[in-house]
């Protein structure tokens, strides 16, 4: 299976996007297709052996619309600059063409008085005149896309707009040119200029709102794209020279100065400043970064100068990794996309057979059999009809809500992940790395002789267990802050399974379990008290002995974030049940709990068992979310309906997720659960006000009101309504950028 993206040209509605789609799944070899409307792309998955590309592009020419290739191998700056550059020529365009068609509108608007019981006066040729520019200039891609949709068996929105326009239009010609003749006949020489220059020009100032408002969905990826410098500042054979990005190599040391960006991803051979890294994580406190750390391209270096070695460039690094990830999930469908695709692919014909049957109704069985009026009555049912609103309804949503979650650090790949992380009903959390800190630290000190201080004992401590590798150890070391790596240590031993011990600065140190004194003949009952709580605690104690007699006990534990409490507080005022997964033991899983205040525990899982028991949370009828760092977690965050992955994790759990948090805080997942129900509600509002306003357009517009209350919708009238809805789904879009 291969999957392909194509750039599809001439789509307009959903009716559009929904034939082409079709087209694609029933090409043989095809197994999957999703064509956005918004993004004017298709992503097809199929089988190669089957089908090659150019039948998949010819698939969609034979559909009317153009088909193409993405041009590979383009750098992050030069597709924002197309994409940009792209979207501004169309709203300028669009703006041009609005411009012509209001002057026209109002122009013929102000003359039609005149142009009344006149007959085949001047007035008519003068309404004539102005219109020529809307029609054949301002509108013209209406007519030609309905016709080529004709000429491949279709219809889409412009089929609405060429009809009922191109009627009234075609009608005021005859009027104009052969109105004495109409006269003779008994047909009362009535133009519909100002309609056609009206309807034009509000459909135009339609489109125009909403290719501003498409513009301004991408402004995440605009934002992040533009964050890196042009150039980058390089050492090599002995010299700083400046090179473009596109330059750069891996291994190659670059030197950053204070306040400037950070140009691409490597890690710090010298030096020492703070970072801002919100761009990726939201998070505004800068974060320190030393020899040895790793910098992200796009991030802005503080008031110290870094040197740092190139590790990723151009499409490898997390920027670009972002970008295409923000960019995929705004060219994305949710599921309940699928509905309005169902509607729109049926819906023009419909509408179609719909005016024809009012424009035979008005003119056989109204009073006067009037062919004015019928003809006045359906192309205003053609003109309310255009399911412009059906097809910005989901696409818009997703895209705003996509480019909101990553301005705050919120992967989200797509509209389906968005849709499903709406439904969770329970969040299953792993514990170490996700509510830990996912690495031991010296969390309690006490100290029962009173001749030493806690520093002291720390500092012997940790001369000890810096000849020493276990995890423990390198815990210690962190805690220390004197100079103990230079206090010489003689007759270290390490003793598997109780500690280790050593001579340092004329003492004799061991550090270790309850056993490790017991064998040395140390009495350890001073610190009974210590080593009892440590142990309620969860928490690995550490007895130390100086020279023969009992010091005190260091605390060793993975602790948790400080954030986390609040986490799993703010998940379970959504009505979330939360659940810790973890492969630690029952007695500091169910610790852990206790502090950040988790009821349902499911302790010392094996990683190959924890895939199994998401499924069995999913079998008893619950929507899981899961939540994971490690490699171990992958599997589970597969299996789960929604995989949440804390960025600072492995790639593998990165890839596995569906959702990614660019910092380790678990406050993110209530805030991607808060974002996407939120979303789904705008996504239904903007359904519901599409379907209701065609519902009701289309019978008012073919008269069902004028019987009883002599209403009648004029065709301006229906394109100024389905202008306003269209325009009020994309704005009611957009309230979800100040989530």
């Known amino acids: ?28 070899g095809v197994d999957s297709a999703n064509v956005n409307l918004l993004t004017s792309t298709a992503t097809v998955s199929y089988h190669p052996d089957q089908v090659a590309v150019e039948q998949l592009l010819e698939a969609i020419r034979k559909t009317g619309y153009g088909a193409a290739l993405p041009v590979p191998d383009v750098t992050l700056e030069e597709h924002a600059k197309t994409l940009d550059r792209e979207r501004a020529e169309e709203v300028q365009s669009l703006g041009r063409k609005v411009l012509v068609a209001v002057v026209a509108a109002a122009a013929t608007m102000a003359l039609m008085p005149f142009s009344h019981g006149h007959g085949t006066g001047p007035w008519l040729w003068v309404l004539l005149l102005l219109t020529l520019p809307s029609v054949f200039w301002a509108g013209r891609h209406f007519y030609t896309r309905a016709w080529n949709a004709a000429k491949h068996g279709g219809a889409n929105m412009n089929s609405l707009i060429a009809v009922g326009t191109g009627a009234a239009f075609l009608f005021s010609l005859a009027m104009t040119v052969a109105g004495s003749w109409f006269m003779s006949h008994g047909v009362e020489p009535v133009v519909y200029y100002e309609a056609v220059n009206g309807i034009i020009a509000l459909i135009l100032l339609g489109n125009y709102l909403e290719a ?8 995440a990826i605009q934002r992040l794209i533009g964050l890196r410098p042009d150039t980058a500042r390089v050492q090599r054979t002995g010299q700083e020279i400046e090179v473009p990005l596109s330059g750069l190599v891996p291994g190659d040391l670059v030197i950053v100065r204070p306040g400037e960006r950070i140009p691409t991803d490597g890690t710090v051979s010298e030096g020492r400043s703070p970072v801002d890294e919100s761009m990726l994580t939201g998070e505004p406190e800068p974060v320190l970064k030393t020899a040895g750390d790793p910098v992200t391209g796009g991030t802005l270096n503080g008031t110290g100068s870094l040197v740092f070695r190139v590790t990723r460039v151009g499409k490898d690094t997390i920027l ?42 008005w003119w056989r069985l109204a009073s006067d059999q009037s062919v004015v009026r019928a003809l006045a009555v359906s192309v205003t049912v053609l003109i309310i009809a255009c399911p412009c609103a059906m097809g910005l309804a989901v696409p818009t949503a997703v895209m705003v809500a996509t480019g909101r979650g990553a301005e705050h650090g919120l992967l989200i790949k797509g509209g389906e992940a968005l849709q499903r992380m709406a439904d969770v009903g329970t969040v299953v959390v792993d514990k170490t790395g996700t509510l830990t800190q996912g690495r031991p630290e010296v969390t309690d000190v006490e100290v029962v002789d009173p001749s030493m201080t806690e520093r002291e004992l720390i500092e012997l401590v940790a001369a000890v267990e ?16 004197g100079p103990s790596d230079r206090l010489t240590v003689t007759g270290f031993a390490a003793l598997p399974g109780r500690g280790v011990r050593g001579e340092v600065a004329g003492h004799t140190v061991l550090a270790g379990n309850a056993g490790l004194l017991q064998l040395n003949g140390i009495d350890a009952t001073p610190l009974t008290s210590h080593l009892s709580r440590l142990t309620a605690q969860a928490v690995t104690p550490v007895l130390v002995a100086i020279d023969g007699r009992p010091a005190g006990v260091l605390g060793v534990s993975d602790p948790v974030r400080p954030e986390s409490r609040q986490a799993v507080a703010d998940l379970q005022s959504l009505g979330l049940n939360v659940v810790m997964l973890t492969g630690d033991d029952e007695r500091t899983a169910h610790a852990v709990a206790a502090e950040v205040g988790i009821k349902a525990v499911i302790a010392e899982v094996l990683p190959a068992e924890k895939r199994g028991e998401v499924a069995r949370l999913r079998d008893e009828g619950r929507v899981v979310a899961m939540v994971g760092d490690g490699i171990n977690d992958a599997p589970a965050l597969a299996q789960a309906d929604v995989g949440v992955a804390i960025g600072t994790g492995t790639d593998v759990a990165v890839e596995a997720a569906d959702v990614t948090l660019m910092r380790p805080d678990l406050r993110g997942v209530s805030r991607t659960i808060a974002l996407s129900r939120q979303t789904m509600r705008v996504i239904r509002q903007n359904l519901f006000w599409a379907f209701a306003y065609n519902t009701i357009g289309i019978p008012v517009a073919a008269g069902v009101l004028f019987p009883a209350f002599g209403l009648l919708l004029t065709p301006t009238m229906a394109a100024a309504a389905m202008a ?13 950028r100040s989530e």
């Not at 392909?4 to 082409?20: E, F, H």
């Not at 306003?724 to 979800?736: E, F, H, K, P, T």
């Open 1 to 28: 299976m291969t999957t392909q993206d194509l750039a599809i040209s001439g789509m307009t509605c959903a009716a559009c996007s929904a034939r082409v789609q079709r087209a694609l799944e029933r090409s043989p």
């Open 212 to 219: 501003r408002a498409r513009r301004r969905t991408s402004g």
């Open 320 to 361: 670009a990794r972002i970008v295409r990830m923000v960019e995929e999930a705004q060219g994305s469908k949710a599921p309940i996309q699928a509905l309005a695709d169902r509607i729109s692919a049926v819906f023009v014909p419909t509408v179609m057979v719909i005016a024809l049957v009012t424009f035979l109704a």
């Open 466 to 481: 810096s000849r020493s590798e276990h995890p423990i150890a390198a815990a210690i070391l962190r805690r220390s802050v």
């Open 724 to 736: 306003v809805s269209s325009v009020s789904v994309v704005m009611n879009s957009l309230r979800l």
